[in-house]
C-alpha cells in the first residue's frame, strides 16, 4: 500500500516543480510535495529536508558565473543576497519570491581577532549578519519561509523565539503585508532590543509562563490547531534560505572554501543549513572539499556539547542513538535543568534541529565544543574593539574558535570564519552591563551568571565638570 502512494507523491513533485521534501529518516525516506505546509514527516515523525532533482534545474558550471548576477542589482531579487543564488535554492517560482532586502552583509577579515584566536593575521574572518534589515541572520531564512507560505496561500504565520525570529516575521510581515504575525516568548527570556522590534513592527505577541522551549511546544500545537504557518527553523524552507550565508561566505572568499566554519549552536538551525549548502555543492561540483564545521554552545545550553562531545552521540549514518538523546532529555526534566546563559539567543535545551545538526557534523567532519559566558563575552569586547558590533550569542563563535585554538584543533595556518550572528543592539544592556563603572549593573546583569570580570572593559572616565580637569583626563588616557 506504501509504495503506489510514495510514486503518486513522487509524481505530483514532478508535475510541479524540481523540488520536493523529503524525510531526514534514510528508514523511511517518504517524499511530500512543496505545496504541503508540514513540518515533521507523516509516517514516521523525523524532520523533513527540501530536497532537489538537480538534472531539472539550471546550475552555473561554476561558483564564479553567480558574479554576473551583480550587474542584474537593479532586480530585488538579484539585489537580495539570499535570491542572487536562486538556482540554488529553486524550491519556487521568482514571481513567488519574498524580498526586503535581506543578505547585504559582510565578511571581515579581521586581523585583531585572529590574534585574540590565535590564528595567523589574515586567517580569520568574521561574516556579520547583523547588517540584515531586522538585524540579524534570521532574514536568510525567513525569506524563503514568506516565499513558501505564499506558494501555499497561507495568512498567518507564529513563532516562539528568544528574539531574533520574533523580529524578523514581525518586520516581513509588517513590510510585505502577506501574513499576520503572532509571536510566543517565554517570561523573561527575551532581551529587549529585540522585543521592541516586535511591538514596534505591529505582531501580535503572546507572553507565556516558561522559557523557549515551553514556547516551542505551544506554538507547535496552536499551529497545528489553527492551520498557522510556522516559521521556526523546524520549518524545513528557513533553513534552505540560510544555505545562502556559506554562499556569501564562499564569495566573499572569492570561492575559495575556508577551512573552519565555526558558528553558535542554540536551535541548530544554522549549522544544519551550512552542512546542507555544502553537501549540495560538493555533490554538484562547484566545490572541490567541504569545510569542517565547529558548532559551539553556551555553559549555560549545552544539549548539543553533553549528547555529541559526553554521550557519543553521533548521526551514524542516519541511525543515531535515539535511545541515549531521549535519557538525556528525561535527565533534564528530572532536575529541572533550564538554559541559563547571557546568550540569550542559544538559550535553548531542546534543538528542534538536532538531528540535522548530527549529519551536517558528520558530513563536515565537525566538532563540538561549550564556552562560559564569560569567555563569550570576552571575545565580545574584542570583537568590538575591531569594529563590529554583535549581541553576546554571535560572539560564542569567536570564544569557540579559541578554545579550540588553544587545543590545538585549528592550526594558525587554517582559515576560519567565525559567524555572528546578530547585531550589537540587539542586546545592549550586556554591553554596557560589561563595560560599566557601576559594580550594582555589573552584579545584576552578569555577576548573577557568573560572570567575574570584564577583562576588556572601556570604562568611562569620570571626570568634574572643569575645563582644566578634562583636558588632563583625556591627555592621560589618550
Not at 441 to 469: C, H, I
Amino acid at each position: 500500500m506504501g509504495k503506489p502512494e510514495l510514486h503518486a507523491t513522487r509524481k505530483s513533485r514532478h508535475e510541479s516543480g524540481p523540488a520536493f521534501q523529503k524525510c531526514i529518516n534514510p528508514l523511511c525516506g517518504a517524499t511530500f510535495d512543496v505545496s504541503e505546509v508540514l513540518t515533521s514527516c507523516h509516517r514516521c515523525g523525523d524532520l523533513l529536508d527540501v530536497e532537489y532533482d538537480w538534472d531539472r534545474v539550471e546550475v552555473p558550471a561554476k561558483l564564479e558565473e553567480f558574479e554576473r548576477f551583480w550587474t542584474q542589482r537593479h532586480d530585488p531579487l538579484r539585489f537580495s543576497g539570499v535570491w542572487r543564488f536562486q538556482e540554488l535554492i529553486p524550491f519556487a517560482p521568482a514571481e513567488m519570491l519574498v524580498t526586503v532586502g535581506e543578505g547585504q552583509t559582510l565578511c571581515q577579515r579581521a586581523d585583531s581577532v585572529a590574534d585574540y584566536v590565535g590564528v595567523q593575521p589574515g586567517n580569520l574572518y568574521l561574516q556579520y549578519e547583523g547588517m540584515n534589515p531586522s538585524g540579524s541572520f534570521k532574514d536568510n531564512g525567513m525569506c524563503a519561509a514568506f516565499s513558501h507560505a505564499r506558494l501555499t496561500g497561507a495568512k498567518r504565520a507564529a513563532c516562539a523565539s528568544t528574539g531574533n525570529t520574533s523580529a524578523s516575521l514581525a518586520m516581513y510581515s509588517a513590510v510585505t503585508r502577506l501574513l499576520k504575525a503572532i509571536i510566543f516568548i517565554g517570561s523573561g527570556k527575551i532581551a529587549y532590543g529585540k522585543l521592541s522590534q516586535a511591538l514596534e513592527y505591529g505582531a501580535l505577541t503572546v507572553q507565556i509562563a516558561g522559557d523557549f522551549d515551553d514556547a516551542m511546544q505551544r506554538v507547535r500545537e496552536v499551529a497545528k490547531d489553527l492551520g498557522i504557518y510556522l516559521v521556526n527553523s523546524i520549518n524545513p524552507f528557513r533553513l534552505e534560505g540560510q544555505k545562502s550565508v556559506m554562499f556569501r561566505v564562499l564569495e566573499a572568499l572569492r570561492w575559495e572554501v575556508p577551512d573552519w566554519i565555526v558558528v553558535p549552536g542554540g536551535n541548530l538551525g544554522n549549522s544544519s543549513a551550512f552542512g546542507k549548502a555544502f553537501a549540495e555543492l560538493h555533490h554538484l561540483g562547484l566545490i572541490d572539499r567541504i569545510p569542517r564545521l565547529a558548532v559551539i554552545n553556551a555553559a549555560g545550553a549545552d544539549t548539543l556539547y553533553q549528547l555529541f562531545q559526553r554521550r557519543g552521540v553521533r548521526w551514524n549514518g542516519g541511525q543515531p542513538d535515539r535511545t541515549t538523546i531521549a535519557d538525556y532529555y528525561q535527565e533534564m526534566d528530572q532536575r529541572n535543568l533550564r538554559a541559563d546563559t547571557i546568550a540569550s539567543a542559544i538559550e535553548i535545551n531542546r534543538p528542534v534541529n538536532l538531528m540535522k545538526c548530527l549529519r551536517a557534523l558528520e558530513v563536515c567532519d565537525g566538532v563540538v565544543r561549550k564556552v562560559t559566558d564569560q569567555e563569550i563575552l570576552d571575545a565580545k569586547a574584542q570583537v568590538g574593539s575591531g569594529g563590529i558590533g554583535c549581541e553576546p550569542a554571535s560572539a560564542a563563535s569567536v570564544a569557540g574558535a579559541r578554545l579550540l585554538r588553544e587545543e590545538g584543533v585549528i592550526d594558525p595556518a587554517e582559515r576560519v570564519v567565525c559567524i555572528l550572528t546578530g547585531h550589537q543592539l540587539k542586546d545592549p544592556t550586556a554591553t554596557v552591563a560589561y563595560h560599566t563603572t557601576d559594580q550594582d549593573l555589573f552584579d545584576e546583569v552578569l555577576g548573577q551568571r557568573g560572570v567575574r570580570r570584564a577583562s576588556f572593559a572601556n570604562r568611562a572616565v569620570a571626570v568634574p565638570n572643569e575645563l582644566d580637569a578634562i583636558i588632563r583626563a583625556i591627555q592621560l588616557y589618550s
